[in-house]
Every structure is written in structure tokens, then in C-alpha cells.
């Protein structure tokens, strides 16, 4: 140990005592250790002016103690200030190019002295977080730590944490049962009424739409023709009667005229008889066979004697006779060709306006019905060259909320497959639903009918209280027997067991054994 060196510097007197001016300046580990409240001042500033100043404990290597009372009291003084740094001391010390003391002992840490300047007042202190060098520990013997957990647990029993802790510090088996429920996938179609006044609870509301289009006026032109008939001339016809009784004439009795038209009678006519000279007479109207303007015949072209004997006749002239007449004919296509041109058109600004008139939320029933309104000022039929139409549109339709058909058809649906599965099972897996078809069944009170298709999967549901049931079956149970009791569990489609720290029996405690659900394979949750 000759490359340690520690020297002391002790009171002497009244004087101080001074650091030579020669130490060997191998001396790089050398430690100046002061009693407290000392002042060490030298005579050879040239040595220590450069040399760091840092302030540290005094440690003194010994390798053999010394037992005068002297420097027993001086260990005892170090001892306590080891023991409370707080009361320790004031120690002022120069160190003369001081660089770390590290101990050689097994085991040692490096200690680096803090820096202080010379002649200043500070406290004792290491870099190292390390208790002193020759400092001791507190040691607690075993029964005292005995005596320290008993309280403790004696503590934790009084407050009701013991059965915790106890099972925390010691614990028991503890056993996992996971369970598949039972699941059935089924398809459905309902039909879904809705109805556009107030529904009941299995119908939906609907909603009449109607849209009008502006009225225009187009000209229709007769294409149609037609012929007036020839009307007959009208006249007399006086009868004379030389015989010496009456003679009576009937209706329809055809004389020819000069010219070749003919005229009959129109009633029977009696004509008196004959008193020589004088002869008795009887007139009667007449019209002529043939008409128009040619029947017009002038005076006795009726003349001779006819009918029979001593009868003769003499017709006065005929007028009135006109030959027919060409007039136009307003016909259907012709106001169907006039009013198609535009009929189209006002149709669709019709639908337009009921399009618009549909939200977001709603979906139409049908396509909309659009009928035209078409006001003529002269009928088909007419005789007139043409004739102003007037035309409009008018379209009506019907809607119906989309979400409230989907949730009433998932509704009737679930209540179908929970009349025939049971009230046990209940949807797995969100209701897929699609609306099919939309019609109307009444155009009277307007009511739809809905067709919607859809699927979904219902699985056995495990209620806690059934839980609690199958644990209270298993509890105690052996892992062979346990399984063969959850396999005749209703709902069960699969099950598996699991069991901590190597047991091979279900924990008699039925809050060691957790049940876990698992959701059925290849469905998301609903």
C-alpha cells in the first residue's frame, strides 16, 4: 500500500502547521485530513495555485489501530458524524492535485470528491449515490419481519381484505368453459302494406304525389269530308173526277212528269163525283222521287188523265229542291295528331314536378300515372274546317318511407322465426333486407303493397342467470364428466374446457369458473 498516502496535519500549539514545498508531485492520490474547524495554509503558493480544491470526508488507511484513549475518541467522533452527516462537522481541507480515490477492495466504487474552494465552508459529499466508506445499514432480524407481516395480515383481515389477499397470495385452481351457441340461418319474404291514410301497426304510411303541367293550345285541322243528300221539290197535285160517284186515292201514288220526274203523293186524297157539266175535284201534297235542283218543276208538268176511268190530274209546280252539298269533317285523329306534338312533353314536366317532390328517405311505389286533359272547341265530328285544342298534363304517384318498410318486414320477421325457433334464440347477425317489388293493389284508396326479401342467423342466447346455472351443474365435476354434462346443455353446439395450474377437476367455487360465449362462426355481430 506505499502508492497510498495520506497525511495529517495536526494542531501543534498555536501554530499552524504548513504543507512542505517539495512534496513529491507523484503524490496524486494524497488526501490532507484536517481535525474540524482547522485552517491549513502553506509557505509555497507556487505549489497549490494551480492545484483544484475540493472538499471531502477524511479517511485515514490504518493497518493497525492504535488504542490510546486519543484516537479511540477520534473514531468515535467520525463514527457519529458517519452515522448523522447532518450533525457532522464542518471540515475545511486543500487538496493538492486530487484526482478520484477508487478502492482497491473487492467489491470498491470510485468516489470523486466535489470541488469547493479553498477555504470556504461545506458539507461533507460524494458523486457516487453510495453510503460513506466505512458507513453500516440498519439490519432487521428475521422474527422481526415475522412480527411485521403477521401485523399486517392480522390488519388486512379486520378490514375485510383477508379472503383477497388470500387468494391473491394463494391461488386457487380456476376453470374456463367456452361455449358455441346453436344457430340457424333463415331466409324470409314479407309483404308489407302501406297505406296513404292511417295505418296500423302492420301497415306504413304512403304518400300521394301529383304534379300539373301548364295548359297550350294547338289547332287541329279536319281532314274528314262529308256529302249533303239531294232534297226533294214538294207540290200539289189536283185530281177531277167526270164519274158520277166518288173515287178515293191512297198515299204513295207515283205519277211521271213531262220531263221524266216523278212525284207522289203523300196522303190519300176522295175526290167527289162528276155532276155534268161540272166535274168534282180533290187536291193532295206531293214530292218529287229524285231531288235537287232538277225536281224543281214548273206547273202541269203533271197533266193527263190517270188512276183510273173519268180520273185525270194536274200537278202546280214544284220548289225546295236542292242538289247535296261537300262539307268538312273534323275526325279523333285529327285532334290525336294536333295535341301529340305537345302531350309528350307536358307529360314529362309533369313527372318532373312529382319526382321532385320525393325525399331522400322515401322510395316511389309505382311509376307515376299521368292521364291529359284535352278540351276541344269543336268535337270530333264537327263540320268545321279546324278547331283550337286545349291540352294539360297531370301525373299523380305514390311513396313510401324505405327504412320504415325495412324495419316493419325485419319485425314481422323475427316474430315468425321466434314463433317456430323459440323465444331462446335471438338475431346473431345484423337483418339483411331488400325491397323485391312495389304495386298498387287499390287505385281507389291508394294502398301498396311491398314485397321484401331478407335473411339473418338467430343463435341461443346465454343469459347470465343461465350461466350461473351451468356452473352450479359442473362445479366439482371431473373434466370427462363436466364436458358430458355441457353437451346436454340446451343451445350447446360446441364447448371446450380449460383448466389452471394443471388441475383435473372443475373448482368447487362457482366464482373460479368463467363461461365465455363465443359469437358464431362466419357471422359479424349484429
Known amino acids: 500500500m506505499s502508492h497510498r498516502r495520506t497525511i495529517e496535519l495536526e494542531q501543534q500549539g498555536n501554530h499552524e502547521t504548513e504543507v512542505p514545498a517539495d512534496l513529491p508531485q507523484t503524490t496524486q492520490r494524497g488526501l490532507i485530513a484536517l481535525r474540524p474547524a482547522q485552517l491549513v495554509s502553506t509557505t509555497s503558493p507556487g505549489l497549490l495555485a494551480n492545484a483544484p480544491t475540493r472538499s471531502l470526508t477524511a479517511h485515514t488507511t490504518q493497518h493497525t489501530r492504535c488504542r490510546c484513549p486519543r484516537c ?6 467520525k463514527r457519529a458524524a458517519r452515522m448523522n452527516p447532518q450533525n457532522a462537522p464542518i471540515i475545511e481541507a486543500t487538496i493538492i492535485n486530487v484526482t478520484p480515490w477508487v478502492d482497491e477492495r473487492p467489491g470498491g466504487q470510485e468516489y470523486t470528491p466535489t470541488s469547493s474552494g479553498i477555504g470556504t465552508h461545506s458539507q461533507p459529499s460524494w458523486s457516487a449515490q453510495q ?10 432480524s428475521p422474527w422481526q419481519v415475522c412480527m411485521a407481516i403477521a401485523v399486517l395480515l392480522a390488519l388486512a383481515w379486520i378490514s375485510g381484505l383477508g379472503d383477497p389477499l388470500f387468494a391473491y ?14 344457430s340457424s340461418r333463415e331466409n324470409f319474404a314479407v309483404t308489407v302494406t302501406a297505406v296513404t291514410g292511417q295505418p296500423d301497426v302492420t301497415q306504413v304510411a304512403a304518400r300521394t304525389l301529383q304534379g300539373t303541367s301548364p295548359t297550350r293550345t294547338v289547332m287541329a285541322r279536319a281532314t274528314g269530308s262529308g256529302q249533303t243528300p239531294a232534297i226533294p221539290a214538294s207540290g200539289k197535285l189536283t185530281f177531277f173526277n167526270e164519274g158520277s160517284s166518288p ?20 196522303s190519300a186524297v176522295t175526290i167527289a163525283a162528276g155532276n155534268p157539266p161540272a166535274v168534282g175535284s ?37 220548289s225546295g229542291g236542292q242538289d247535296g252539298q261537300t262539307y268538312p269533317i273534323l275526325e279523333q285523329h285529327d285532334i290525336d295528331a294536333a295535341t301529340a306534338t305537345v302531350t309528350q312533353a307536358l307529360i314529362q314536366q309533369a313527372q318532373r314536378q312529382v319526382v321532385e317532390q320525393v325525399s331522400g328517405a322515401e322510395q316511389p311505389a309505382v311509376d307515376s300515372q299521368c292521364h291529359t286533359s284535352i278540351a276541344a272547341a269543336s268535337p270530333a265530328g264537327s263540320h268545321v274546317a279546324q278547331a283550337s285544342i286545349s291540352v294539360s298534363a297531370t301525373c299523380t304517384g305514390e311513396t313510401f318511407e324505405r327504412a320504415a318498410v325495412l324495419r316493419l318486414a325485419a319485425s314481422l320477421f323475427a316474430q315468425g322465426v321466434a314463433k317456430q325457433l323459440g323465444p331462446a334464440y335471438a338475431p346473431s347477425s345484423r337483418i339483411t333486407t331488400k325491397i323485391v317489388q312495389a304495386s298498387l293493389t287499390d287505385a281507389r284508396s291508394g294502398a301498396l303493397t311491398v314485397l321484401v326479401r331478407g335473411q339473418g342467423t338467430w343463435s341461443y342466447q346465454f343469459s347470465r342467470a343461465k350461466q350461473q346455472t351451468i356452473a352450479r351443474r359442473i362445479q366439482g365435476r371431473s373434466v370427462s364428466v363436466a364436458l358430458s354434462l355441457l353437451a346436454q346443455v340446451p343451445g350447446v353446439a360446441h364447448t371446450s374446457l380449460s383448466l389452471s395450474g394443471g388441475a383435473q377437476q372443475i373448482p368447487s367455487d362457482q366464482a373460479r369458473i368463467t ?7 362466419g357471422e359479424p355481430s349484429s
Open 72 to 77: 479511540r475518541k477520534r473514531r468515535a467522533r
Open 131 to 140: 453510503p460513506l466508506p466505512g458507513s453500516r445499514r440498519r439490519r432487521f
Open 169 to 182: 397470495l394463494f391461488p386457487s385452481p380456476a376453470a374456463t368453459i367456452t361455449i358455441i351457441p346453436a
Open 247 to 266: 173515287q178515293t186515292l191512297g198515299a204513295g201514288l207515283i205519277l211521271t212528269g213531262a220531263d221524266g220526274i216523278q212525284v207522289v203523293t203523300d
Open 282 to 318: 180533290a187536291w193532295v201534297y206531293a214530292h218529287t222521287v229524285q231531288g235537287g235542283s232538277q225536281a224543281n218543276i214548273a206547273a202541269g208538268d203533271v197533266n193527263g188523265l190517270c188512276c183510273g176511268p173519268g180520273l185525270a190530274v194536274k200537278s202546280s209546280s214544284f
Open 515 to 521: 363461461i365465455v360465449i363465443l359469437p358464431v362462426p
